[in-house]
T-cell receptor, first 113, second 111 residues
Framework: DVKVTQSSRYLVKRTGEKVFLECVQD?????MFWYRQDPGLGLRLIYF???????EKGDIPEGYSVSREKKERFSLILESASTNQTSMYLC????????????FGSGTRLTVV | QKEVEQNSGPLSVPEGAIASLNCTYS??????FFWYRQYSGKSPELIMF????GDKEDGRFTAQLNKASQYVSLLIRDSQPSDSATYLC???????????FGTGTQLKVEL
C-alpha cells in the first residue's frame, strides 16, 4: 500500500522554537507539497517541490522554509514558530503528468503556545 | 480571485437520498478534476477523478463534468451516515503540476 508518512500526528511547540515537520513518500513521486488547513480557509499551499533540491513558493510561504535533499523526503521548517502558525499541516505527493491527483499524508496538528 | 468555488454548506440529506455536490472553476485550461472526501480531523482521500465531459460512475458515486459551463458535480446515491464529511473539489490546470482546491462542502447525512 503506497504511503505518505508524516512524522508526527500531534505536536506542541513554544513560541520562537524552530520546528521541523517531516514527510516521506514511498511512491517515487516527483512532486511534493506542503499545505496548511484552517477552518473556513481551506487548503493553502505553503511550498512545493518538483525535484530533489528544488523548491518553489506557494501562496503563503512567509515564516516557512523547506528542504528536499532526497526524492522521498520533503521537510517543512518553521524558522521561529508563532501562535498564528497553529494549524493542521498536510503533506502530499504526486506524479508529474495529467493530474493523477495527490496522495496526502495523515497530517500534523501543530499547536504553538 | 478564487479559481475553484464550492458552497460551504452544510448540505443536509436524509439517509438513502441522493446528495448532489457542486463545484465551479474559472480556468478554462483546467484539464482534470478531483473529488476528495475529508472526515473531521483526518486528511483528504481521493474518491473520484474525471477528465472528459459527461458522467463517470464508481459504485454509489458519479462525477459529472461540463467544460462548456465550467462545472463539476459529485452525486452520491443511497447516502449513508458514513458519507457525512467535507468534500473537496480540485482542478488540475497542467501548469505547475498543482491542484487548485475549493474550500469544500460539508455534507451531513441524517438518519
Amino acid at each position: 500500500d503506497v504511503k505518505v508518512t508524516q512524522s508526527s500526528r500531534y505536536l506542541v511547540k513554544r513560541t520562537g522554537e524552530k520546528v521541523f515537520l517531516e514527510c516521506v513518500q514511498d511512491m517515487d513521486h516527483e512532486n511534493m507539497f506542503w499545505y496548511r488547513q484552517d477552518p473556513g480557509l481551506g487548503l493553502r499551499l505553503i511550498y512545493f517541490s518538483y525535484d530533489v533540491k528544488m523548491k518553489e513558493k506557494g501562496d503563503i510561504p512567509e515564516g516557512y522554509s523547506v528542504s528536499r535533499e532526497k526524492k522521498e523526503r520533503f521537510s517543512l521548517i518553521l524558522e521561529s514558530a508563532s501562535t498564528n502558525q497553529t494549524s493542521m499541516y498536510l503533506c502530499a505527493s504526486s506524479v508529474t503528468g495529467n493530474g493523477s491527483g495527490y496522495t496526502f499524508g495523515s497530517g500534523t496538528r501543530l499547536t504553538v503556545v | 480571485q478564487k479559481e475553484v468555488e464550492q458552497n460551504s454548506g452544510p448540505l443536509s440529506v436524509p439517509e438513502g437520498a441522493i446528495a448532489s455536490l457542486n463545484c465551479t472553476y474559472s480556468d478554462r485550461g483546467s484539464q482534470s478534476f478531483f473529488w476528495y472526501r475529508q472526515y473531521s480531523g483526518k486528511s483528504p482521500e481521493l474518491i473520484m477523478f474525471i477528465y472528459s465531459n459527461g458522467d463517470k460512475e464508481d459504485g454509489r458515486f458519479t462525477a459529472q463534468l461540463n467544460k462548456a459551463s465550467q462545472y463539476v458535480s459529485l452525486l452520491i446515491r443511497d447516502s449513508q451516515p458514513s458519507d457525512s464529511a467535507t468534500y473537496l473539489c480540485a482542478a488540475f490546470t497542467g501548469g505547475g503540476n498543482k491542484l487548485t482546491f475549493g474550500t469544500g462542502t460539508q455534507l451531513k447525512v441524517e438518519l
